[in-house]
């Protein structure tokens, strides 16, 4: 009489531990040195290709600024004509324009020019130079002799905050170069209202002081802000690299992993026909030998011999079996016949089927099955083979007048459990993921005189997760092995409830037509004549 089992707690066996901390350290670290090569080999302290994308953007924004410029130059040649001599003020547009239309040039230069680290550092003292020279020709114009009513220090104090402001936004991408064109400026013009010795003048020097400081720190600001989305779209890019770096890799490695797993397979395939069709004929005269059907042996020892040739046949062709099993597994070419399948049943099987040999060891094998288990919807080849394996590991693993519990019941969840229990020797918890492992085999399996392949405890895995179901292994040393293998509850095949709600009849029910019409009104006719109503 079976009696019902404990449900045991399911834990999963913990990850692996992951390595991807390592390699992360060893990147930051890798991207830290070329950072460090880079500002080493740079002149303003960042990656040369920094330094190369910030002179693009200097380029360009002196390129898109052009017209602006032009125009600026126009208006305050206008004024100063007016203001002083025209013929002057002529002469300082010309040469302004001159120096407009060098920088022009050299902008458009550096564009077409491939980039390099040293054609940067050139063209990077050049812009510089022309800024300067751009700068002191502004100068010229702002410290020129005017006047000192309050109209032309006003004037003045527009036309260098303009200048400053307008020379600041265009190199801000070269904070350098912005210095050069406006400090000779905001000097000049300090210098000029500093000369003159009067309290207000006095002021405006230290207003124009204090608009050079806040326009340099502006463009230091705006520096920094496009250094910043460089470096952010720097990363991005080699974050990007390194993505598809990975993929190209992971796609080689499945090309290759695919092409080896179908070498594999045609391997074993062919492997399968050449072993299996010599094998077959050593297993049938092995046998005919063993049981000496034409005739006894003229020495005694041959049948012995004729029963090792037949059991070694037989243990290679269940190994070949196996390993053709695991490769159809590994393909995902195995397909299951799902069917109506009862686990007690299945496991009753697999008990009468190896009583024999547990006996033979003076092993006991228990069985505890809940009552009233139903069908589950699963492969009953593949359910058989799962039990066959764990239960001949555990017969093959425990001592002589050891225990071995088989257990069936239902889960916490509402699915099924299988449990094999056994007081074998046991498992060191460094060694489960070796024996998950396709032909991994324990310390204690390599000892054992009953050698395996190590392929039981890896197909009964890869099957239970064909079904969706969990494979859990517990083992202590000196103690023993349990092993807990369950199926989920869209697997169970519980039997539906009755309804409740009452059918429609069969048959009409005639009585109640009767009443209906006795009780519904008759149409009398609206003309009763000749009728004698």
């Keep these: 009489m079976s009696k019902p089992a404990n449900r045991p707690e399911v834990v999963d066996l913990p990850a692996e531990s992951p390595v991807e901390a390592p390699v992360r350290d060893r990147r930051v670290a890798q991207r830290r040195v070329r950072e460090a090569r880079d500002r080493l080999t740079s002149t303003s302290g960042t990656r040369p290709a920094f330094d190369r ?18 125009l600026l130059v126009i208006g305050t040649g206008f004024l100063f004509g007016f203001w002083a001599q025209p013929l002057d003020a002529a002469m300082w547009a010309c040469g302004m324009f001159c120096i407009h239309a060098m920088i022009i040039h050299a902008c458009k230069r550096y564009l077409a020019e491939p980039p390099s680290a040293q054609g940067a550092r050139r063209w990077r003292m050049k812009f510089i130079a022309f800024d300067l020279l751009y700068g002191m020709c502004w100068t ?61 003048n006095y002021v405006l020097a230290a207003l124009a002081i204090a608009a050079e400081g806040y326009f340099a720190l ?16 720097a990363e991005k890019d080699a974050l990007i690299g390194e ?28 492997m399968s026909h050449e072993l299996r069709t010599p094998l077959n004929a050593i297993l049938g005269f092995s046998e005919v030998m063993k049981s000496e059907i034409f005739g006894g042996h003229a020495v005694p020892v041959y049948k012995d011999y004729s029963a090792d040739i037949h059991n070694s046949g037989v243990h290679l ?3 070949i079996n196996e390993i053709l099993d695991l490769s159809r597994i590994e393909a995902g070419r195995y397909e299951l016949n799902e069917e109506a399948v009862s686990l007690v049943h299945v496991v009753a099987d697999c008990h009468h089927l ?21 069908r589950i919807w699963g492969d009953e080849r593949a359910a058989r083979q799962i039990v066959l394996n764990l239960l001949s590991n555990a017969i093959k693993f425990t001592p002589q007048g050891g225990e071995i519990w088989l257990k069936v019941g239902w889960t916490a969840s509402g699915g099924q459990y299988l449990s094999c229990k056994d007081t074998g020797s046991g498992i060191a918890e460094d060694e489960i993921p070796i024996v998950l492992a396709s032909f991994g085999q324990g310390s204690n399996s390599i000892k054992s005189a009953e050698q395996g392949a190590g392929l039981g405890l890896p197909i009964a895995k890869s099957l ?8 859990t292994l517990k083992s202590k040393l ?5 092993v807990i293998i369950t199926f989920p509850p869209e697997r169970v095949m519980s039997a539906l409830a009755p309804l409740t709600d009452d059918g429609p009849p069969l048959q009409p029910d005639y009585t109640a037509n009767a009443a209906d019409e006795r009780h519904r009104p008759r149409n009398k006719p609206i003309m009763s004549a000749g009728t004698g109503l």
């Excluded at 400053?164 to 209202?193: D, E, H, Q, R």
């Excluded at 239970?464 to 494979?471: E, K, V």
């Design 53 to 70: 994308e910030l002179l693009r953007q200097y380029a360009q924004t002196r390129l898109s600024a052009s017209l602006v410029v032009t």
């Design 140 to 200: 010229v114009v702002l410290v020129h002799p005017t006047g000192v009513d309050l109209v032309s220090n006003s004037l003045m104090m527009f036309l260098m905050l303009l200048v400053v402001a307008v020379s600041s936004m265009l190199a801000a991408s070269l904070p350098i170069a912005a210095f050069a064109a406006t400090a000779p400026v905001t000097l000049g013009v300090a210098f000029n209202f500093a000369m003159r010795g009067s309290l207000d």
């Design 218 to 233: 502006l463009a230091h600001r705006l520096h920094s802000t496009t250094l910043a989305t460089l470096e952010a779209r």
């Design 243 to 270: 993505l598809e770096q990975a993929k190209a890799i992971s796609d080689e490695a499945r090309h290759r992993a695919e092409a080896a797993n179908v070498a594999k397979s045609r391997f074993l395939a062919q």
């Design 317 to 319: 062709l269940n190994l």
């Design 354 to 374: 190896l009583k024999l040999r547990a006996s033979s060891r003076g092993i006991t094998i228990h069985e505890v099955f809940e009552l009233g288990m139903p």
């Design 464 to 471: 239970i997760d064909m079904h969706g179901g969990t494979f």
């Design 478 to 482: 000196r103690v023993g092995t349990e």
